[in-house]
């Protein structure tokens, strides 16, 4: 495996980025197109897997699944150079758009700008859920969850927080009952 210098890791992390708009929930067709397609450090699946765990764990997503891949490709430095690189640009835009914000609000070009951005984001979210569908252990159990969470969430308007735990506890159990790791 190529490995990465800590500085040259930051600065992958660091043009991630800078253009990862939408939040956490597009990183992976980025993520997968720098470290699987590109530089082949990594393996899609196992990058399909920290993205999953990244969203199950408190914090920013974007910060959770670089602190996995800076973990795997050079340790606990190379998670906090990831998540240090992931955070730079983001943290001085919203710095300088916090105090321009009153001014931006009612512009023109600039809420042109965040709709062009908001229908690019709904694209990567899409390419997100086409790279997790692809990479899913698809079974009976995996049917079952998905149907009955999706119910849950567009007919029972259950709020996602309880979703999420309710699912997760169904699919331990599940599993447990199904005898699988």
Same mark, same amino acid.
């Given at each position: 495996m190529n490995k990465l210098s800590l500085l040259k890791l930051y600065l992958i992390f660091v043009k991630v980025g800078a253009i990862l708009l939408g939040?956490?929930?597009?990183?992976?067709? *980025?993520?997968? /197109?720098?470290?699987? /397609?590109?530089?082949?450090?990594?393996?899609?699946? *196992?990058?399909? /897997?920290?993205? @999953?765990?990244?969203?199950?764990?408190?914090?920013?997503? @974007? @910060?959770?699944?670089?602190?996995?891949l800076g973990y795997k490709l050079r340790g606990k430095f190379g998670a906090l150079a990831a998540m240090l690189g992931v955070i730079t640009v983001p943290f001085f835009c919203i710095t300088i758009l916090a105090s321009l914000l009153a001014k931006l609000v009612g512009n023109t070009y600039v809420n042109g700008i965040f709709w062009g951005v908001g229908i690019a984001v709904i694209a990567l979210i899409m390419l997100t859920v086409r790279e997790i569908w692809q990479n899913s252990r698809r079974n009976g159990f995996f049917y079952l969850i998905f149907l009955s969470s999706l119910t849950a969430l567009l007919i029972f308007r259950l709020p996602p927080i309880e979703t999420i735990i309710l699912f997760t506890c169904v699919g331990v159990l599940l599993q447990k009952l199904g005898g699988k790791k």
């Open positions: 939040g956490g929930y597009v990183i992976l067709p *980025i993520l997968t /197109d720098e470290f699987v /397609d590109r530089r082949k450090l990594v393996e899609r699946d *196992i990058l399909v /897997d920290y993205y @999953a765990l990244s969203q199950s764990l408190p914090g920013i997503v @974007a @910060a959770n699944i670089s602190m996995f």
